[in-house]
């Protein structure tokens, strides 16, 4: 932690001026004016300049419920888990660690954190209460480990196109053997380095602006925490590769003039990671009755909010009521609920779940979604077949359409249910079981 140069004491990094304020004699620095005295710091703590500039001295806070890690460059006391949302008083031991190569400071402060969140949680006019009575002091700024790559692409390439012309005899296929070479420079590609930070929120939250990193420098942490990340950097190359491959891919088929999936390679690629540090606002939710968890995750540099929201049942049993009441007002003035209207009404609310469905399953865990799946394609099958054969009695159709309702109305509720639960994820238990299924192999 840097120390004011008037009072000594403690001096965090402010997000808003993008500067260092002591809190107690309302100093201002910047970062230049305070590097040598970061600079000086290091010097004493290491003994070695080459250790000096691979590793740093940081310490690392390990939650005795989940096994989740934070760094910090400070010593402080952490009353709660950013994972599992315990509160404890986490476990705390002092080590080095591998210095990062970049880090994008905080450019949002905690209190514009917490009112994105708080507009987000209100637009959520579904969301469970507990959510929205979150308060400032369970909003932390932690700075998540990124691998960002650096990725050459070379060599030549290939393809066919065929060219069609009209004669008298029919139609003449020319077919031309198209060459290019090409030197493709990707530079920052970002993927996360933590386990513990779900996959589906990072990607969310991000991506980050690389063009805005600026060379590691251990006093940005200032006041912040940090994952500590345990992925290699081999996890992620290939698919670094591929994004550099599948972003070039669309402008070099446009330029050749064929199918993107015609082009064939003969190229060579040199990949470089460096680790980065990017800022991250996490808020937690916990649902002590459930013992679940919700995430947000809000983008320190630029705001941009990812967050897990569930639906509070009653209250979304409550909104369906009342969205319901100017349908049926609707339905009462201007339409005669005949049989076959009726029924086109609930092929067509079917029809919605389904696709509804169908994008979750895409989406998310596809076993969750059977349910809902197999009673809407039930509920379509009954109302087509009542639209073919059209029963005489009006009694043998309302049947019908009310198995058809039946089965809709469960469809929904499943859908409901099942998105719930990916909303809501178990307590995490990081450190003692291995994290995700990578960190288990």
């Known amino acids: 932690m840097l120390k004011c140069k008037n009072c000594g004491a403690d001096i965090p990094f402010n997000p808003e001026t993008q500067t260092y304020i002591c809190p107690y004699c309302n100093s201002e620095f910047t970062h230049e004016e305070l590097s040598e005295q ?39 006391y952490a009353t709660f888990c950013s994972y599992c949302g315990s509160s404890v008083i986490l476990e705390q031991k002092k080590q080095k660690e591998e210095k990062p190569a970049y880090i994008i400071p905080f450019k949002i402060t905690k209190e514009q954190a917490e009112h994105i969140y708080n507009e987000k949680m209100r637009k959520a006019i579904f ?18 480990p990124y691998w960002t790559y650096s990725i050459h692409t070379h060599g030549g390439v290939q393809a066919e196109k065929d060219e069609s012309m009209p004669t008298r005899g029919g139609t003449l296929i020319k077919t031309y053997d198209v060459r290019a070479n090409i030197d493709w420079l990707g530079d920052g590609i970002e993927y996360d380095a933590s386990s513990s930070f779900p996959d589906d929120l990072s990607q969310a939250a991000g991506p980050f602006d690389f063009k805005k990193a600026k060379k590691f420098a251990a006093s940005y942490m200032s006041g912040f925490y940090a994952d500590r990340g345990n992925m290699p950097k ?3 190359s290939k698919a670094a590769e591929a994004d550099l491959v599948g972003i070039g891919s669309n402008k070099l088929a446009e330029r050749m003039q064929v199918a993107k ?42 705001g941009k909010i990812a967050a ?22 609707f339905l009462y003035l201007f339409l005669v609920p005949t ?38 394609i039930v509920s379509i099958i009954v109302c087509v077949f009542l639209a073919i054969v059209n029963p ?41 079981r291995g994290g995700d299924e990578y960190a288990q192999k």
């Open 38 to 76: 970061e600079q000086a710091g290091q010097m004493q703590a290491e003994e070695q300049v080459y250790q000096e500039e691979e590793e740093m001295e940081v310490f690392v806070y390990t939650c005795p419920q989940c096994g989740g890690e934070l760094i910090t460059t400070e010593e402080t």
């Open 127 to 144: 969301a469970p209460s507990y959510m929205k009575r979150m308060n400032v002091e369970k909003v932390r700024g932690i700075y998540m």
């Open 234 to 236: 081999e996890a992620y």
């Open 261 to 302: 999936g015609a082009i064939k390679y003969n190229t060579r690629t040199e990949t470089r990671a460096q680790k980065a540090m990017y800022p991250v606002w996490f808020v937690f939710a916990r649902n002590e009755q459930a013992q679940k968890i919700s995430y947000a995750i809000i983008n320190g540099e630029n």
């Open 308 to 329: 897990d929201i569930p639906f509070d049942p009653k209250k979304l049993i409550l909104g369906t009521f009342i969205f319901a009441i100017p349908i049926f007002l």
């Open 339 to 376: 049989p076959r209207i009726t029924d086109i009404i609930i092929a067509m609310l079917s029809g919605i779940s389904l696709i509804f469905t169908i994008f979750q399953m895409v989406q998310n865990k596809p076993g969750e979604y059977v349910l809902p799946l197999i009673s809407n």
């Open 392 to 432: 005489f009695q009006d009694g043998i159709h309302y049947i019908g359409i009310c198995a058809a309702t039946l089965f809709s109305l469960f469809a929904y509720i499943s859908l409901f249910h099942a998105k719930n639960k990916n909303m809501q994820r178990d307590l995490p238990q990081l450190g003692k």
